[in-house]
């Protein structure tokens, strides 16, 4: 299993970012997918999660109404829209399979998102 997630960046608050994940290694159109984040000194904290055939999706308090999961089942890709942007945001965000818990031991490096003025 691989997951390479990639499009974090600085950006300031209020800002708008899209993560993408690419995935390979298991039949990703029958698994639902989840966006992870990390900051230095805390354990890895779910932030949402889409189920395999798109229809429903969840998400942590902190993110509702800001950010949205997606995934394309042909391309084999899971993407996190995040807009209005804050500070706490800041993370490295990482994907896997399964629903508010990663399926797979294998995370990948993830992707930096830094939120500051």
């Known amino acids: 299993e691989q997951f390479v997630a990639s499009g974090g960046d600085l950006v300031q608050p209020g800002g708008s970012l899209r993560l993408s994940c690419a995935v390979s290694?298991?039949?990703?159109?029958?698994?639902?997918m989840s966006w992870f984040r990390q900051t230095p000194g805390k354990e890895r904290e779910w932030v949402a999660s889409?189920?395999?055939?798109?229809?429903?999706?969840l998400y942590v308090d902190d993110v509702k109404g800001r950010f949205t999961i997606s995934r394309d089942n042909y391309k084999h890709m899971v993407y996190l829209q995040m807009n209005d942007l804050k500070p706490e945001d800041t993370a490295v965000y990482f994907c896997?399979?399964?629903?508010?818990?990663?399926?797979?031991?294998?995370w990948g490096q993830g992707t930096q998102v830094t939120v500051s003025s």
């Open positions: 896997n399979a399964g629903w508010r818990e990663g399926v797979f031991d294998t």
């Open positions: 290694g298991f039949a990703f159109e029958n698994y639902e």
């Open positions: 889409i189920a395999a055939g798109e229809s429903r999706s």
